[in-house]
């Protein structure tokens, strides 16, 4: 299958409030180019280094997403263009984030990446540390940048249930949220799913799926 075709597949089988992030991460921009004459205007990558080449080689049209763990010392290099940094953990990340995006005159969109899985591997805060920079004083007088939402990975395993249980909790985390609304955060999206179980975080919730090799191929 060509990646066009499987672009418009997933894109088809997608509900209509549910973003499609194109993960290319690795592939050559031939490939993410047939992705653009296809329609596709969202690009997510995971290395700030392989995301401005692309940037720079690529029609400006497109908006580039930061999906993977962000190096406080790298966000400079991306802070004139980058449309959504999907993995902030830290308040320092959001404070450097906040700090390149004022130089850059710029509001930079940001996912608050929460830490769902069972496995020690993956990045993120968990519930404690989210109520806690949402609170924090610090926060508060960030004025370039606005949190967006959260992002969670499920666990790496066939067991749907699991998979399931920690795509729920996201969703609630999710919720419980909705009241704290201030000027620098409107929660909105849930970036959750990827091509082995996108279809599942959908059915839990999610408002933006980050999806790969379901159409550019393996790795
Ligand atoms: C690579 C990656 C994806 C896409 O994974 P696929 O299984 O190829 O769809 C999604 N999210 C993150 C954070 C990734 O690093």
Redesign the pocket.
């Known amino acids: 299958m060509s990646i066009a075709s499987n672009l418009n597949t997933i894109k088809a089988s997608l509900p209509e409030h549910v973003t499609l992030v194109a993960?290319s991460?690795t592939k050559p921009v031939t490939d993410l180019m047939e992705a653009y004459e296809a329609g596709q205007r969202i690009f997510?990558e995971?290395k700030i280094q392989e995301m401005t080449d692309k940037w720079e080689e690529m029609p400006k049209d497109i908006q580039w997403h930061m999906?993977?763990h962000v190096q406080t010392n790298k966000v400079k290099f991306m802070a004139s263009y980058v449309s959504l940094i999907h993995g902030v953990d830290s308040l320092k990340l959001l404070q450097e984030i906040n700090k390149q995006a004022s130089k850059n005159n710029r509001i930079i969109d940001c996912l608050l990446q929460i830490h769902i899985a069972e496995e020690e591997t993956k990045f993120g805060l968990d519930e404690k540390e989210l109520t806690s920079l949402l609170a924090s004083d610090e926060f508060h007088n960030m004025k370039n940048i606005q949190v967006r939402g959260l992002m969670g990975?499920a666990t790496f395993t066939e067991n749907q249930n699991q998979i399931k249980k920690e795509f729920t909790h996201l969703k609630s985390i999710f919720n419980s949220l909705q009241a704290t609304e201030t000027v620098n955060c409107k929660l909105n999206t849930i970036s959750m799913g990827?091509?082995?179980d996108y279809q599942l975080a959908i059915e839990c919730g999610s408002t933006m799926v980050?999806?790969?090799?379901?159409i550019f191929g393996g790795r």
């Open positions: 993960v991460k997510g995971n999906i993977g990975m990827m091509s082995g980050r999806i790969g090799s379901s």
